[in-house]
């Protein structure tokens, strides 16, 4: 789950890239290679997370807001 | 001034959002049909709702540029529709915020190459035809300044947009005297965002 977690990470961080995930997870698990349970968690939860994200999420909630998704996403796991 | 796109019909790629949602707006408010292309299928959906235009007037197509096979799919959806197609927007792209040359990683060069330039190129490959065949077209290919004088933050975002005005000036060379007109835009001296977004659309 760590390459969902990282990809979560920086959609988090990176506007630009959180769209890429959001309107294309499918493409992007294929690039990064993802497990089927891993394009699971990544298209189902970690999309659900990312999009209820404000845009963009202010520079100090960055870290507040990774730590917060990656505990959700591997308590689900 | 209204009217200046009665019975014109475009394709805006990127249009669920942003420069492509209000290049949809002003397009549809100019007299055109419009077809809202973009792979985020809900915020086409959106943009449409804001047209408060007709089923006849506008259509929404999910596509992700990169996709040849879905590209084709939208242009021949186009003509079947709306019997024709008179313009392009290219505003599909991506920005992905990369580290500097020696630790951008492949997988973010590629992403942003696909999107930005292998889909751009995609989208002219497949409706230069139909406007060739109808005698004119116009194709608005959507670059930035970061593609001239370059950005630190994004190489790969940069160089692809450099990419957009290059196949800009070749594909007008080998097309305009066919009818179909090829620019590209970007920012240089313009003073605001909403000045920048009228003047892509008044440079059609």
């Known amino acids: 789950m760590d390459k969902v977690i990282e990809i979560t990470n920086r959609a988090v961080a990176d506007y630009g890239f959180r769209q890429a995930v959001l309107y294309g997870s499918a493409d992007i698990a294929r690039r990064w290679g993802l497990t089927g349970p891993e394009q699971e968690a990544l298209e189902g939860m970690a999309v659900e997370l990312l999009s209820a994200l404000p845009i963009p999420v202010p520079p100090e909630d960055v870290a507040v807001e990774q730590s917060r998704l990656e505990a959700l996403i591997r308590a689900t796991r | 001034m209204a009217g200046r796109l009665d019975d014109k019909v475009a394709i805006v790629t990127g249009g669920g959002s942003g420069i492509g949602r209000v290049t949809c707006q002003r397009f549809v408010n100019e007299g055109a049909k419009v077809v809202i292309a973009d792979r985020n299928r809900s915020g086409a959906e959106d943009t449409r709702a804001l047209l408060e235009s007709g089923d006849d007037d506008t259509a929404v197509s999910v596509v992700d540029v990169a996709d040849a096979t879905q590209v084709q799919l939208m242009v021949d959806q186009t003509v079947s529709k709306f019997g024709k197609l008179d313009v ?74 450099a990419g957009v005005i290059h196949l800009t000036k070749v594909a007008a060379g080998q097309y305009t005297s066919r009818g179909t007109g090829n620019g590209t835009p970007y920012g240089q001296g313009w003073p605001s965002r909403r000045d920048r977004q009228s003047d892509i659309v008044v440079s059609i």
């Not at chain 2, 040359?101 to 490959?125: A, R, S």
Request: charged residues 15%.
């Open chain 2, 88 to 161: 392009l927007v290219n505003g599909a792209a991506i920005l992905i915020r990369t580290p500097p040359l020696v630790e951008v990683q492949e997988i973010d060069w590629d992403l942003t190459m696909d999107t930005n330039l292998k889909g751009l190129f995609h989208c002219c490959k497949y409706a230069i035809p139909p406007m060739v065949a109808n005698g004119s077209g116009s194709i608005v290919n959507i670059s930035s300044m970061s593609g001239v004088r370059g950005v630190a933050y994004s190489l790969p975002y940069a160089v692809s947009k």
